[in-house]
């Protein structure tokens, strides 16, 4: 089965590669043609992930899987949310978002957070989505050099390292992403 990931993300790539079975050949953006930064302008994560997907097997007809993730602050109100890639301003940048963040949550007790994925599935049986979540707290300062995004301020629950502390195999066996995409994997097995 060929199946197309609607990102331009290396890091995003390098995590889901892992997870993937032989049956699946994975095909990148690049590898149809699609070079095109494909816009983010719906007010969810769900409608985001749509958008991508749906775009790629609209315009080249390719099955297609895209992600939108967001990381949700309790006592932000849920921000950054669906803005978390952006949340600094234009253009993205991990760095500034970061410290925005950090910066916002300055002489706050409450730090519990969680990170949610939703991935859409757009093939020839219809569109179908799938959610990963993962529970965890905001650190006082960025810890780590691996992964990506706000790994190095997000410790997950029943760690006492971040995901930048973390391996990509140990982050793989408890994120979000990695949750959504077992939800996709379970869902294709299924199909054949």
Excluded: W
Aim: glycine share 8%.
């Amino acid at each position: 089965m060929e199946l197309v990931f609607a990102t331009h993300n290396l890091n995003k790539a390098k995590e889901i590669l892992l997870q993937l079975p032989s049956q699946i050949h994975l095909i990148t953006l690049r590898d149809i043609g699609c070079l095109e930064e494909i816009q983010e302008t719906a007010s969810t994560l769900q409608g985001n992930a749509l958008l991508k997907a749906s775009y790629v097997k609209e315009k080249y007809g390719f099955s297609c899987f895209a992600d939108d993730t967001g990381l949700e602050v309790l006592a932000l109100e849920g921000a950054p949310g669906v803005y978390s890639a952006r949340y600094a301003g234009e253009p993205k940048n991990e760095a500034a978002n970061m410290a925005k963040l950090l910066n916002e949550l300055k002489g706050k007790k409450d730090r519990r957070a969680q990170f949610t994925t939703v991935i859409a599935l757009c093939s020839d049986h219809g569109n179908h989505f799938f959610k990963g979540e993962v529970k965890g707290l905001i650190t006082e300062k960025a810890r780590g050099s691996n992964g990506f995004g706000y790994d190095p301020v997000f410790q997950p629950e029943g760690f006492d390292r971040t995901f930048a502390e973390l391996s990509l195999e140990e982050k793989n066996q408890i994120s979000h992403r990695a949750r959504a995409f077992s939800k996709l994997l379970e869902f294709l097995r299924a199909l054949s």
